[in-house]
């Protein structure tokens, strides 16, 4: 699996929320039409009025790479470069690994991967 994490840096509050507003149509398209796409997630950061925080889990590095050649990835460019960003911090992780994050009866963990 693949985790992508990103935060996207507008220049005001009402750009961030617009991009937000804008996204959603292409967001639910990403999740329904692409394979191996197991989350796709841009939202609004609730501590920075300027921020989306992005999170997206693909299946494997060939679903990743063939959303970058996808009318909705496309569309979300488009979007991103008509409302205008100043920033994109992004990383790509491969998760070999997986646990939950809390017990059977939510209770925490006391160790994780050991």
Known sequence: MIIVVAKILFANQADRDRAVELSAPIQLATREQEPGCNAY???ADPCDPMAIQVYESWQDSDSLVAHFDHPNYLAMVGMFTEVGI???INRAYLAERDEPVYGPNFEKREAFFS
Do not use: Q
Request: aromatic fraction near 16%; proline fraction near 0%.
């Open 86 to 88: 100043l920033e994109s």
């Open 41 to 43: 997630c841009f939202a």
